[in-house]
């Protein structure tokens, strides 16, 4: 199946500080990415919607300003967490479809996670 | 709208024991059904889906799901456990063939115990 890697896959960043999550698909192209959060024990909340050569699209209650996804090509998008506060550690996925091809069935390849820990 | 209820947070049970995850959904389109396995510190792994073709699908790891649209569920089965199935397991559900959008159960997490 296809690929699709997070890095880092750990950051430890003090209070107030920047940290930049990529996520890339390794072979294939997709135009569409998508970020989850998922605090322990729980399940995955859709953050936003990442569009090649667009502006994110966020879902509700999340902050643009403060989680601002950037997705210049076909295989990467970035995730960045501004401004960090310890209210924003979590475990953030991402994941990627495939830009054409027989996967026109929502199926998404998942990264394998980057865990942030804001001190 | 959709949305995906996972019944049990924890699901118990003996190796070689019967598996059973439940999910049901409410979607107001047609739905996309899916089950994933996440082990710790990973990210989500495809067990099966099910995509309006046969309503019993089989996946990975002896895995199967039966999508029946007169209980709006899609309960994820394996005849016999094996200690290396123990992870969290989510349903997931998405109303559209090509958004790719994804709403998530709250997740099932599955014990072996020897």
């Known amino acids: 199946g296809a690929v699709v890697s997070q890095h880092p896959s750990w950051v430890i960043c003090k209070s107030g500080t920047s940290v930049k999550i990529e996520c890339r698909s390794l072979d294939f192209q997709a135009t569409t990415m998508f970020w989850y959060r998922q605090f322990p024990k729980q399940s995955l909340m859709l953050m936003a919607t990442?569009?090649?050569?667009?502006?994110?699209?966020?879902e509700q209650g999340v902050e643009k300003d403060k989680f601002l996804i950037n997705h210049a090509s076909l295989t990467l998008s970035t995730l960045t967490v501004t401004s960090a506060h310890p209210e924003d550690s979590s475990f953030y996925i991402c994941?990627?479809?495939?830009?054409?091809?027989?996967?026109?069935?929502?199926?998404?390849?998942f990264g394998e996670g980057s865990r942030l820990t804001v001190l | 709208a959709q949305s995906v209820t996972q019944l049990g947070s924890h699901v118990s049970v003996s190796e070689g024991a019967l598996v059973l995850l439940r999910c049901n959904y409410s979607s107001s389109v047609p739905p996309y059904l899916f089950w994933y396995v996440q082990y710790p510190n990973q990210g989500l792994q495809l067990l099966l889906k099910y995509t309006s073709a046969a309503t019993l699908v089989k996946g990975i790891n002896g895995f199967e799901a039966e999508f029946k649209k007169s209980e709006t569920s899609f309960h994820l089965t394996k005849p016999s456990a094996h200690m290396s199935d123990a992870a969290e397991y989510f349903c997931a559900v998405t109303g559209s063939s090509n958004t790719g959008k994804l709403i998530f159960g709250q997740g099932t997490t599955l014990q072996v115990k020897p």
């Open positions: 994941s990627a479809r495939v830009v054409s091809g027989s996967e026109g069935t929502g199926e998404l390849f």
């Open positions: 990442s569009n090649e050569g667009s502006k994110a699209t966020y």
